[in-house]
């Protein structure tokens, strides 16, 4: 039986003195913990919509902490800004020291990004910046099928105009198959549509050095991907699932499931997957040091 977690609301400083909002899903002093999940949401939303992913997490005995990114949510800085061209990594980096400073000794920390926060999660681990023991790449952006036009205007205007704020260009009705998904998404007042030029730069940019890094990836990775996503060619994904380990890697693509895979009408297999790979990799009655 699954039980609803009530969830907490803070405030986290990053390095540069900015506010991040930060939520928490802990588990019950009685129930033993498998692991804690840190979740990066993805480009114009918030930690909050990850609610039904986290209870799911929760009655797994995972604890889960969920933040918005600079620009988004509750957190602060200009919708969709990006100050620098790490901004984002770095804040990852703060909020995971932060994470694992509380954690049990020997403690399993493993990243869950979606979309823009899955480039966010790789582009960290494959900097090796500290360790985690575990990725879930949900519909990452590996890919965005840019002509020659659109990549030379990527490659200049961020110089001259980085926090130029325009339309990011997602149609939320190819979120979900669900309309009920994406009638709240539009509702939701914390959910924008802002992009600044240096955003851009960073998601075109990503794509490209984390397939170069594919052949040599170490860090435990489920990559989860939509066969029928308009918002994000799939083709990036299958090519980093191709040139990845297989041993390291655990690549799976849902023909026809649009971007929002865990707010998809048939979202069960997709939270199967991750049960699997989760139990498989973090088995209950892990020994942790005190």
């Known amino acids: 039986m699954r039980m609803n977690v009530e969830s907490t609301l803070s405030t986290f400083t990053a390095g540069d003195g900015e506010n991040l909002a930060v939520q928490d899903w802990p588990l019950g002093e009685d129930r033993p913990m498998r692991g804690v999940v840190v979740l990066v949401h993805g480009l ?6 990850y609610d039904h992913v986290a209870q799911r997490l929760n009655a797994w005995g995972f604890a889960v902490r969920g933040y918005d990114q600079y620009g988004h949510g509750e957190s602060g800085g200009s919708r969709g800004r990006l100050p620098s061209a790490t901004r984002l990594i770095d804040d990852l980096d703060d909020v995971l020291e932060s994470t ?7 403690m399993p920390l493993v990243v869950l990004g979606h979309s ?3 480039l966010v999660a790789a582009r960290f681990a494959a900097m090796g910046r500290r360790p985690i023991e575990g990725l879930v790449l949900s519909s990452p952006g590996l890919d965005h099928g840019l002509n020659a036009v659109q990549r030379l205007a990527l490659a200049t205007v961020p ?17 979900s198959h669900d309309p009920a998904v994406v009638q709240a998404y539009r509702a939701d007042r914390y959910c924008h549509n802002r992009m600044s030029a240096r955003m851009a730069r960073f998601i075109t940019d990503s794509g490209p050095i984390l397939l170069a890094r594919a052949a040599t990836w170490a860090v435990p990775t489920l990559l989860l991907y939509a066969g029928g996503d308009k918002l994000v060619p799939p083709d990036g994904s299958r090519a980093f699932a191709s040139a990845a380990p297989p041993r390291i890697v655990t690549a799976h693509c849902f023909e026809g499931l649009y971007h929002d895979l865990f707010n998809e009408l ?8 991750l049960r699997q790979w ?9 020994d942790t040091a005190a």
Do not use: K
């Not at 001259?160 to 190819?174: K, T």
């Not at 048939?266 to 997957?273: I, Q, R």
């Open 44 to 49: 114009g939303e918030h930690a909050a919509r």
């Open 100 to 106: 694992r400073a509380r954690m049990p000794r020997g």
């Open 116 to 118: 823009l926060g899955a």
């Open 159 to 175: 110089a001259i105009a980085p926090h130029l704020r325009l339309h990011n260009g997602l149609d939320p009705a190819f979120l």
């Open 266 to 273: 048939d979202s069960e297999p997709v939270f199967a997957l």
């Open 278 to 286: 989760l139990d498989r990799r973090f088995p209950m009655g892990r």
